[in-house]
Structures are given as structure tokens and as C-alpha cells.
């Protein structure tokens, strides 16, 4: 079952980013006597081969801007790091309220504006482009590191707004970011033996294979089709959100 979890938070995450969404809750499902740290670690191996494989696919055909993304990727790597080791010095609550708050607002700015990522802005990687990735690097890594959920939509948007990108390019870029932010964390998680390598190993082929579908969608369908998927996302992730500081899932 975990597999068949991880396939299709694989599939969700390489068109939209949020597999996490699937895969976590799965996994404290069915490992309760494993300690958080254990079950996020376990995770993040999956994610982490899932998301190497699905920028393998998009590299075949999405011509991504190396000389912005590398830099953005590092500066994710770097404040990915830091926003772990600042986890207990800022309240969760506090950012729960402040990531719900900006999740209604992407959600309402994406449907009002119809033509919201269905174009794409081909960028040169001048000096600004590259300033202005650094800094959405570092701001969604250290979010990523400290609190987490949503961080690739997050991503998906910031690169929309910014960089003028289509959600399809949008969202293959965010997978270079993501890894980034995958691997800063698994130097924390695998160095202190969180990560069950069997569990985890079976459930990143899963992700893996997951990853190839949502690549293939996104690719024959375009950015309408993903615009759809990262509404049906940013709704399905305002609705866990709220219920969680309704207290009414954990």
C-alpha cells in the first residue's frame, strides 16, 4: 500500500510538486512506532529518486536555464540547512497561519487570472534573473527546511510571477530547486539513521515510477493541464491546512 501511495504522490509531485501530501500521511500511518524524524527521512529518499528521475525526463525536453537554476538550487541547498536548525526557534503555529494565508491568496490570483503560466518568457540569465532566483532559492529553501508543505508549489508560483515562466517550465525548474532542498536534508536524516533503507527503497522505486506518468501528462497535455492539477493542489492543501489549525486533523 505504501507503494501504491508513493506512486501516486510520484506522479503529483513530478506535474505539480506536493507529493508529499500523499506519501507522509501514508507513512505515519503505517509506521506508528517509528519516530517522526524516521518517517521524514524515509520520505525524503523517496522524493529525493523521484525527483532525479523526473528531471531526467524534463531535460529531454524543456530547455531549462542552467546558468539561473544552479545558482537558485545552491542558494536553496544553503538556506534548506539553516531553516532546519532554526525549526525550534520559530513557532509552528505561527507559520501555519502564515502559509495558509498565502496559499488562499496563490489559489485566489491563479484563478482569477486566466492566463496565469500559459505563456513562457525565455530569459537570457542576466545578472537581475540571477539575483532574483538566488533569492527565491533561499527563501523557499529555508521555508523547506523548517516547516515544508506546499514548497514546491510555492516554487512553481514564484518562478511564474517572477520569471514569467509557463507552468510547464515552472515546473520543471522547481525540480532542480527541490533537489537541492531533498539533499540538504538527507545529509541531516541519513548521517543520524533516519531513513528505513528497505521501506524506503521499495517506495522510491514506487516514486520513481510515479515520476515517469507525471512527467509524460505534463508533457502531452501542457501547462493547462498543470494549471488545473496545481489548483486542484493548492485547494486540497488549504483544506488540510484548515483543518489542521481547527485542530481537527493532525
Known sequence: MLGVFSFFGGLIDAAVGG???ILIPA???????QAL?????????AVWAGTLSSIRSYMKRINIIWRIMIPTAISAFVFAYLGATSISKIPEVL???????LLISMAIYTFRKKDLGLNHTVLVGKR??????????????????????????FLIFLFIRGFGFDFLNASASA??????????????????GNVLWQIGGVIAVCNIL?????????LRFGSGFIR?????????????MGLNLLGLYG
Do not use: W
Not at 533537489?179 to 548521517?191: N, Q, V, Y
Not at 496545481?230 to 483544506?239: E, Q, S, T, V, W
Open 128 to 153: 537581475t534573473e540571477v539575483f532574483k532566483g538566488i533569492m527565491f532559492g533561499g527563501l523557499i529553501g529555508f521555508y523547506d527546511g523548517m516547516f515544508g508543505p506546499g514548497s514546491g508549489s
Open 228 to 240: 488545473v492539477l496545481f489548483l486542484i493542489l493548492l485547494i486540497f492543501l488549504i483544506g488540510r
Open 37 to 45: 524524524s524516521t518517517v521524514l527521512g524515509t520520505n525524503k529518499l
Open 27 to 33: 507513512l505515519l500511518h503505517a509506521l506508528p512506532e
Open 19 to 21: 507529493g508529499g501530501l
Open 95 to 101: 507559520m501555519q497561519y502564515l502559509v495558509f494565508v
Open 210 to 218: 510515479g515520476a515517469f506518468v507525471g512527467v509524460f501528462l505534463a
Open 175 to 192: 525540480k532542480l530547486i527541490n533537489m537541492g532542498t531533498f539533499t540538504a536534508a538527507l545529509l541531516f536524516f541519513i548521517p543520524s
